[in-house]
C-alpha cells in the first residue's frame, strides 16, 4: 500500500535529482514539473485546479449514472427557502427559484469539467493532432489545405458563428436523435445530445490551434536524422509517424492540453451565459451568471453571485497564471540550456 | 525603463481620449429643480406614429404627435369614497359637471373606464374617458342603408404643427392614406385602421369596387406653392367635406370600437411637407402634440412643451430622459432623475413601510395579461384535458409570492384588472396537482406524451427562472419533461403567424378599454394566427362574441363577452399566468401623478 502510494507520489512530485540524472534524461515535461512546484502559487493553483476537476467528474459520472451525490436534485426546488442566504439546510443558500446552490454549483462544475475534456480530446486531440500531423510530415498540397482550412476558420469571429450554427443546427441535429427512437429520446433527455452538440461545434473550431503548434514540431522533427534512417530501411509513412515522432510531441500536446481545458471551460460557461449552450435544466456557471444577471438583485442577494463567482474566477486564475508561469518557465529553460531551473 | 515608457504612453492615450468632446454630447445630469421633469427612457425603436408597436416608442410618440381622439384623465379619487369632491380630485380644466356627466354616461357605454392604483399606501381609482383631440367633439355615427356607417370629425380652428402650419381634413386624408400604404409597412393600421373602407385593400394590394387601391401621393414641382389641398385621397372610406371637416366611413362595427381604435398612434396626424422630403423626419418631428422634440443625442432626449397646443398645456414645462441606460433605482437614490421604475431586486426596500421610499412609491396592476399559450392544433394539446392538467400542474400563487416577490398578481381570467368586464373573484383552474394527474391520465395521450417544447422568444440570455420553476413543477406533477427552447424574436413572431410552436409564451397588453381587444382578437375561430395564435376554435364562443360585435348596450355587451370568458378559461387555450404590476417612486415635490395604463400621457403632474 506504501509502495503504491509513493510510487503514484512520485510520479507527480519527483524528488530532487542530481545533476547528473537530470541531464541524462531530458523530458520536457519532468522539467517543466519541476520548475513548476518550485513556485508556492502556482502549487495552489494547480491544487485547486485538481480539485475542481475531481469534483466536476464525479459529479458528471454522477450525473450519467444516475447515482447521487448531494442531498439535492440540481434542478429540485425547495418550496419553502426561496432566495435563502446560507442555512444549515443549504449551505450556500437557495438561488432565485428555491434551488440548493452548492448543489448546482457542483453540477456546474461537472458540466465544464465534461465539456472541457470532451472539447480538448475530440477537438484538439483527434482532429487537430491527426491534421497537424498530416500537414506537417507530409506537407505540399494537404498541408496547404488543412492550413488554409484553419485560417478560414480562425477569421471567423467565433462567437457569432457559435450563434448562427446553434440556432440553425440545433433543431434538425435534436430532430435526428428524435428519429432514433426510445434511445435517441434517452439521449436527449439526458442532456447528452445538447452536450455533444456544443463540443461538436466547439470542436470545429479548437482543432485549428493544436494543429498548428503539432504541425511546426512535426516540421522541425521531421527533419531528424533518424526519420531519414527509418525511411530509408523502409518504413511507412504511418509508422515514422506512430512511432517515431509523435511519442516526441507528447510534451507539447500535454502542455497545449493544460491551455485548452482553460479556454474552452471559459467559453462554454460564456456561452450558456448568452443562451447558446447547455440549456436548462442542466446546470452550467453560464446560466446561473445569467439568471442573477440584473446588477440591482446583487445588492439584496448577495449570495446568488459570491460562491459561485468565486470559484470561477479562481479558475480563470488559475489557468490565466500557470499560463503565464509556463511560458516564463519553458522561455528560461531554453534560452539557458536545459535542466536550469 | 521601457516598460514605464509603455505605461505612461499608454495612460496618457487614455486620458486624452476621454478628453475629447463629441459634437452633441448628452449635457451632464443636472440637479433637482422645479423647471424640468428628469426621467429614465428608453431609446425609441421609431418615432414615427405609423410604425410603433411597442411601449417604448409610444412614450415618446404619444407626446409629439396627435390624432383625433384619445383618452384623458378626468379625475381621480382619493379618498376612496366613490366621490370627488375633495380638492385636487378633479384634474386639469375639468369640472364637477364633467366628471359626473362622464359617470352617467360615458361610464355605461364604456367610453370611460376606472383604473385603480395604490399611491403612497392609498388605494385610488382614476376616471379616464375618452375625448376629443384635434377634433371638436366626438362625432356620432350616421348609417347607410349597407349598413357602413360615417362619422364626420371637426377639425379644431386652432390645431396647427409645430411649425405653425394649421391642420386640415387633407393632411389627415394623406396620413391615413400613407398608414394604409403598403411601402409604409406599418404592421399596426391593419387592425387599427382596418374598420375604415379600403384600408385592407389597400395593404393586401386587392381591389376595391373594380379598381386596385394604390396610395398617390402629390408632388410638389420646383417653385409651385405648398398647397395641402392639393393632395390624393385614395382610400374610399375617407372624404375631405372642407379644410376643416373629415368624413370617416367606416365598416359595420360598433361606433365604441371604431372610437378606441382612432386613439392609438397609427391614427395621428403627419405633415405631409416633411415626411416626404426625407426619411429622417423623425429626426426633428413637426407634430401636433403636447410636447415637441428639442434634443435627441445618444442618452439623452429632451422634451419641450409645444406653445402652439391647442389642448391642456401640459404643467411641466421640460422633460428630460435619460437613455444611457444603468440602474434607474440607484439614480433615483442619488437624486438624478425624479421618477422611476422598481424591480424585483429593489422591492424590499420599498416596501418596507417605514422608509421613506414607500412614501414615494405608486402601484399598480398592468392591463395585460401574460401566458402560455397551447397550439391547439398539434398533440398533445389538442386534448382539452392535457391543457387543462397542465394549467392545473403549476402553483402560481407561490411563484408570484415567492418568486415574483408579489410584482405580479396571479391570472385567473384572461381580462386583466381595469378592463370593464374584469371579475376579481375569478377562481379559474386552480392549483391542484392530483387532479392534474387524474385529467393527464384520462386524456388521449395518458400513457405517453408526445416530445413537447416550450418556445421562448429572446436569445441572449438563459431562459427566465419563472420558465424553469414552471417546467420543473410539470416534471415533478405530471411527469411530462418539457424542453425549453429559445428562439430570437423576429423568428419567434415569424414562426407563430404560421403555427409553427407546440407551446409557447407570450403576452398581451391592452390597446384600449374594451374586453373586444382581448376576447374578440385572440379567441375567435376566423382570426389569423397572427391574433389568434393557439388556432382556438370554439362555436359557442365564436357566436357569443359576434353577438357581442353587434349589441348596442353595453353592459350586455360585457356580459356576452364575460360568458365567452368563462369558456375560455375552461377550455384553457391559455395557461393563464400573471398580470404584471408597475411599480413607479416619484419624488415628493412632483404633485398630481397618477401611473396611467395604454401609454396615456399625465399632463397634469406638476411641480410644487
Known sequence: MKALLSAILRMVWPKRKSPAETLSEPSLIKDVWKALLKNKLAVCALIFLAIFFLIGFTAALAGLFDFSITPYGYDEIDYQAVKQGPSWSHWLGTDLIGRDILTRVIFSMGTTVELAILIVIFGGLVIGVALGLAAGYFGGKIDSIIMRLGEVLTIMPPFFMFLYLTMTLRPRYENLFYGMGSAGEWLIKEGIVDFSM??????????????????????????????????????????????????????????????????AAMAEIGLSFFGLGIRPPHPSFGIMFSEISSVRLLGSYPHLLVFPGLIVSLFIFSFAFLQMKLDIILNTLYTKGGGKQ | MKKTICLLAIIAALLFSACGKQEGAPTAVPAASYDYLRLAGGDPATLDPHLVTDVGSHLYVGKLFSGLLRMDLLAVDKNNNDDFTEAGEIQGNYEKNDVEKAL????????????????????MRALYKLIPDIAKEIPE???????????????????????????????????????????????????????????????????????????????????????????????????????????ITAKNVLPVIFYWHMTYPVSFVIDKVQVDATRSWTENPNGTGPYWLEKKVVGQIVLRVNDLYYGFKPLIEKRIYDTGGGSTFSSYENNEIDMTGVGIADIQAVRDASSALAKEAYETVDMSTSYIGFNTKEAPFDDTRVRQAFAMAIDKDWLAEKVLENMAQVAHGVLPPGMPGYRPDLKGLEFNPQKAKELLAQSKYGDSLPRIKLTISGTGSAPSVVLQAIVKM???????????????????????????????????????????????????????????????????????????????????????????????????????????????LVKPYIHDFFPSPMGISNDYMRFK
Open chain 1, 198 to 263: 456544443i463540443f461538436l461545434v466547439f470542436s470545429l473550431f479548437f482543432w485549428v490551434g493544436s494543429a498548428r503548434i503539432i504541425r511546426s514540431e512535426t516540421l522541425k522533427l521531421r527533419e531528424m536524422p533518424y526519420i531519414d534512417a527509418s525511411r530509408i530501411l523502409g518504413a511507412s509513412s504511418f509508422r515514422i509517424i506512430l512511432r517515431h515522432i509523435l511519442p516526441n510531441l507528447l510534451g507539447i500536446i500535454t502542455l497545449w492540453v493544460f491551455e485548452a481545458l482553460g479556454s
Open chain 2, 104 to 123: 352617467r354616461e360615458a361610464l355605461p357605454q364604456g367610453l370611460a373606464f376606472f383604473d385603480a392604483f395604490k399611491a403612497k399606501g392609498r388605494e
Open chain 2, 141 to 247: 355615427p350616421v348609417y347607410n342603408p349597407d349598413g357602413t356607417a360615417f362619422y364626420t370629425f371637426q377639425i379644431r380652428d386652432e390645431a396647427k404643427f409645430r411649425n405653425g402650419r394649421n391642420v386640415t381634413a387633407w393632411d389627415f386624408a394623406y396620413s391615413f392614406d400613407r398608414a394604409a400604404d403598403p411601402r409604409t409597412m406599418s404592421s399596426t393600421a391593419e387592425m387599427y385602421l382596418g374598420d375604415i373602407l379600403g384600408v385592407w385593400e389597400m395593404l393586401n394590394g386587392r381591389e376595391y369596387g373594380g379598381k386596385k387601391l394604390i396610395n398617390r401621393v402629390y408632388q410638389f414641382k420646383a417653385g409651385e406653392a405648398f398647397d395641402i389641398s392639393k393632395e390624393f385621397v385614395d382610400l374610399p372610406g375617407v372624404r375631405v367635406i372642407g379644410e376643416k371637416t373629415l368624413e
Open chain 2, 474 to 584: 410539470w416534471e415533478d406533477n405530471l411527469g411530462a419533461k418539457v424542453e425549453l427552447d429559445s428562439i430570437d424574436y423576429v423568428t419567434f413572431l415569424d414562426q407563430i403567424k404560421k403555427g409553427q410552436f407546440q407551446m409557447f409564451s407570450l403576452g398581451w397588453v391592452a390597446d384600449y378599454p374594451d374586453p373586444e381587444d382581448f376576447i374578440d382578437l385572440k379567441f375567435h375561430s376566423k382570426r389569423s394566427k397572427a391574433n389568434n395564435e393557439t388556432g382556438y376554435a370554439n362555436s359557442k364562443v365564436d357566436e357569443l362574441v359576434e353577438l357581442a360585435r353587434t349589441e348596442k348596450d353595453a353592459q350586455k355587451r360585457i356580459r356576452l363577452y364575460q360568458e365567452a370568458e368563462d369558456i375560455i378559461i375552461e377550455e384553457s387555450p391559455w395557461l393563464l399566468l400573471f398580470h404584471s404590476k408597475e411599480i413607479i
